[in-house]
T-cell receptor, first 115, second 115 residues
Framework: AQTVTQSQPEMSVQEAETVTLSCTYDTSESDYYLFWYKQPPSRQMILVIRQEAYKQQNATENRFSVNFQKAAKSFSLKISDSQLGDAAMYFCAYRPLGATNKLIFGTGTLLAVQP | NAGVMQNPRHLVRRRGQEARLRCSPMKGHSHVYWYRQLPEEGLKFMVYLQKENIIDESGMPKERFSAEFPKEGPSILRIQQVVRGDSAAYFC?????????????FGDGTRLSIL
């Protein structure tokens, strides 16, 4: 069964600094998708960034970028120039190809941003 | 373009009552997913539906829970004879038809509290 592991329950970063959130996953598939979602205190689920496993190039979205290491099954999220609004719970998610499109989530990392 | 609409935002039920949670997908989206988030945990997949069809219900408890996505109207997640352990946030997500690289867009969730 596929699993997603986020080994950092909590992280803290100073405003304007850079922080990296870790995520590893376990799968025997060669093609799949990976996502990072953000859940602020309002508890909405907001898509931050996504990566297709067949693409070697790491995805970037403004201040957010990933380090995708397929062989190591690692998918970390880097947040540059951290802002107070980045404070939230961050969930890593895996989605297999095929008939089901279900997302498999990690347990989350709570990010605090210090002014 | 309105996002995924879930209602109610908060629902309080007494043990033994029924809970009905509604989800209207984004315009043009025909795929609906339900996830449950227990306190201090990540989201867990429950069920994946397309119009009038259940595609994957592998995450749905076998008893008391049911879901539907009729040809007309919202998707409904129904919980009969609720118990304290059903207290959670229930999120609906939707995606357009097509290949599985379409990201899922989430609603704001329904917070279910069982007295």
């Amino acid at each position: 069964a596929q699993t997603v592991t986020q080994s950092q329950p909590e992280m803290s970063v100073q405003e304007a600094e850079t922080v990296t959130l870790s995520c590893t996953y376990d799968t025997s598939e060669s093609d799949y998708y990976l996502f990072w979602y953000k859940q602020p205190p309002s508890r909405q689920m907001i898509l931050v960034i996504r990566q297709e496993a067949y693409k070697q190039q790491n995805a970037t979205e403004n201040r957010f970028s990933v380090n995708f290491q397929k062989a190591a099954k690692s998918f970390s999220l880097k947040i540059s120039d951290s802002q107070l609004g980045d404070a939230a719970m961050y969930f890593c998610a895996y989605r297999p190809l095929g008939a089901t499109n279900k997302l498999i989530f990690g347990t989350g990392t709570l990010l605090a941003v210090q002014p | 373009n309105a996002g995924v609409m879930q209602n109610p935002r908060h629902l309080v039920r007494r043990r033994g009552q029924e809970a009905r949670l509604r989800c209207s997908p984004m315009k043009g989206h025909s795929h609906v997913y339900w996830y449950r988030q227990l306190p201090e945990e990540g989201l867990k997949f429950m069920v994946y539906l397309q119009k009038e069809n259940i595609i994957d219900e592998s995450g749905m408890p076998k008893e008391r829970f049911s879901a539907e996505f009729p040809k007309e109207g919202p998707s409904i997640l129904r919980i009969q004879q609720v118990v304290r352990g059903d207290s959670a946030a229930y999120f609906c997500a939707s995606s357009p038809p097509g290949l599985g690289n379409q990201p899922q867009h989430f609603g704001d969730g329904t917070r279910l509290s069982i007295l």
